[in-house]
């Protein structure tokens, strides 16, 4: 399959010339005679590899790096300069490319530092992959939005005290997890200390203390030996507590003490231990209305949101879609071994329209899906062709209407709204329940059930 290059020149000669021999190694060229004409393609494609000019009749092409970088961020990019401006590919190089070649070229040189530029990529993928792996982090797109840019400069500044505790609220999948890695990072450069995750809502009731704190040998039936608990494990490091609401009362209390004073005792144990572990805490559920309820402690909710952030759903920040697939479309393709698939222009205007119920992880789930079912070289995302496409931004549906889930006049039962919302997504996917419950972070039994249909 052909490798999508984006080649940016206004010299005609050279472009056509550069174009022909690179088409000839199996690259597959657009060109673009401006800047204009390079944004242009890049809404329609997403590039492996770009050749761009430093002199353009619209602006600076080492001016545009950052951009064309934000926009496709798996490309690998060969700057073209003038003879003997080595400032320049110096400065070329620092801003991201990987290699420069000066005018006049010779295209036999062009040919050899495409391949070698994209090799190079390659290698660096798979380092940058291998590293994810072994650390269980993914690179973070940098957003474009302007409410995303303020969460991330509110962590920088958050990063400089390391054991305030942190509450990340938001809708399920707009990356809380991902957020709270990205904390982590800045607040332990040397990439050595702990980060540990708990899905509170998947710790069993009757081991969730012992989970959490650990236990002392003898402390109940099945304890044979002592064992430290996930905030000992934590210790330096990032304690991760996902869906913390779902947090037994009892318990919410023994979080209390630890985050006033560090310290916390062992179940079973009388002997005092500390733990430096930084509490960054994350739900997508009403905290507030769980306190009304008596659900929820008013002052665990309090010193958990020392700073507290909101993640704003996608479809509030329609301008970060389009960086965020690019970004995800590189890392899956690394996965999955399409390295030559982008995103056609139906798939972009249909990621534009879709107003993502499920936020970024719906947005990779259906790049993930389109990957392995569409397997030409330019994705359209069919998987989107069946769904009812609500613009960004759309107002919500009112209450009256019957699949209305957001809360106004009287109040309602929680379990209605939450039905309400499951059959909206269902509706969003066209119908395919296995995708809605994906989508809603819910197993198949319990996304029946909210439907009202399991037992």
């Not at 909101?310 to 389009?322: F, Q």
């Amino acid at each position: 399959m052909s490798i999508p290059l984006l080649f940016i020149d206004d010299d005609r000669a050279f472009s056509s010339l550069g174009a022909a021999a690179l088409q000839r190694e199996g690259y597959a060229v657009t060109l673009a005679r401006s800047l204009h004409e390079a944004r242009a393609a890049l809404a329609r494609l997403t590039p492996a590899l770009v050749v761009l000019d430093r002199r353009l009749p619209d602006g600076d092409g080492l001016t545009f790096l950052p951009e064309l970088k934000a926009q496709a961020p798996g490309a690998a990019v060969v700057m073209v300069t003038a003879h003997g401006d080595i400032a320049s590919a110096v400065d070329a190089v620092r801003a991201g490319a990987a290699d420069y070649v000066a005018k006049p070229v010779e295209l036999a040189d062009l040919v050899l530092r495409a391949r070698r530029a994209l090799d190079t990529g390659r290698l660096k993928d798979r380092l940058a992959a291998a590293e994810a792996e072994l650390s269980g982090r993914r690179r973070l797109v940098p957003p474009a939005s302007a409410a995303m840019q303020r969460v991330f400069a509110a962590l920088e500044r958050i990063a400089a005290s390391p054991r305030s505790a942190v509450m990340l609220l938001g809708e399920t999948g707009t990356g809380k997890e991902m957020l709270a890695r990205h904390l982590h990072a800045l607040s332990s450069p040397g990439g050595d200390a702990p980060f540990v995750h708990v899905n509170c809502a998947a710790l069993p009731e009757q081991t969730v203390e012992s989970e959490l704190f650990g236990h002392e040998k003898g402390a109940f039936t099945d304890a044979r030996t002592a064992r430290r608990g996930l905030v000992e494990v934590a210790h330096g490091g990032t304690l991760f507590l996902d869906e913390v609401g779902e947090l037994p009362l009892g318990l919410q209390a023994k979080l209390l003490t630890f985050l006033d004073s560090g310290r916390f005792r062992r179940l079973g144990g009388t002997t005092e231990h500390s733990s430096s572990a930084r509490i960054v805490a994350a739900t997508h559920r009403d905290l507030p209305g769980l306190m009304a309820r008596g659900e929820f402690r008013e002052d665990l909710w309090f010193r958990l949101g020392v700073f507290r952030i909101d993640i704003p759903p996608l479809r509030e920040r329609p301008e970060d879609i389009l960086p965020l697939a690019a970004g995800i479309l590189a890392e899956l393709r690394r996965e999955l071994g399409r390295r030559d698939a982008s995103l056609g222009p139906h798939a972009r205007a249909r990621l534009a329209a879709y107003a993502f119920p499920g936020n970024v992880r719906e947005l990779r789930n259906l790049l993930e899906r389109a990957l392995v079912m569409e397997p030409g070289p330019e994705l359209e995302l069919d998987v989107l062709a069946g769904t009812k496409p609500v613009p960004a931004g759309a107002p919500a549906a009112s209450p009256s209407e019957p699949n209305a889930f957001v809360i106004s006049g009287p109040p309602r039962a929680l379990e209605e709204v939450e039905r309400a919302y499951t059959r909206w997504v269902l509706e969003q996917m066209g119908g395919r329940r296995m995708e809605a419950a994906k989508v809603l972070g819910l197993s198949y039994p319990t996304f029946l059930k909210r439907l009202g249909e399991g037992t």
